[in-house]
């Protein structure tokens, strides 16, 4: 492969938008490339791979580091069939802020939400109002505190029929 570009490990209809990205890394406008590289025999594997320009033998070169991430994309693919595919009312969201990232078909089914209503929303805001509110102020949340809120959580989740998660 000496004298080649290096795009040349990526399947060929993704060379243009690998050389793009790389471009954008190197710009600093971009972290990795997630196009998959592909072996001699075709297997196209899924990657990150990382560059950063440097030295070698008083050469200007890219340093290119490629980490496989085919069982990491495995685990992702089957956490999410088992989050979706749930009989159990699930829920992904943000412990800091309590923004909704995913939500699955049985909790939508059960609470009457559409997808659009909950995703990047914050069901609950007074809760993380409240947590805001005592963290800027300096003051820790003590086990109380979190008892009383959550009674008053359960009580507004009651009279109004929302779905909430504490953290």
């Avoid at 890219?62 to 980490?67: P, V």
């Avoid at 003590?142 to 008053?152: G, N, P, V």
Wanted: aromatic fraction near 8%; proline fraction near 4%.
């Amino acid at each position: 492969m000496s004298g080649q570009s290096v795009l040349i490990v990526h399947p060929p209809e993704q060379r243009e938008e690998a050389g793009k990205i790389v471009a954008e890394i190197l710009a600093g406008r971009a972290e990795y490339c997630p196009v998959p590289v592909m072996t001699r025999g075709g297997v196209q594997i899924p990657v990150e791979t990382r560059v950063a320009l440097g030295k070698w033998s008083g050469q200007d070169v890219i340093f290119g580091i490629t980490k496989d991430i085919s069982e990491i994309k495995a685990s992702e693919e089957k956490f999410s069939k088992a989050f979706h595919a749930s009989p159990a009312s699930m829920a992904i969201s943000d412990i800091q802020t309590g923004v909704y990232y995913d939500i699955n078909d049985t909790f939508l089914n059960t609470m009457g939400y559409s997808r659009e209503e909950i995703i990047g929303k914050v069901l609950f805001a007074e809760y993380y109002r409240a947590r805001e509110a005592r963290r800027d102020a300096g003051n820790a949340e003590s086990k109380a505190d979190r008892t009383q809120l959550r009674r008053r959580c359960a009580d507004q989740v009651r009279r109004n029929t929302q779905w909430v998660i504490l953290h």
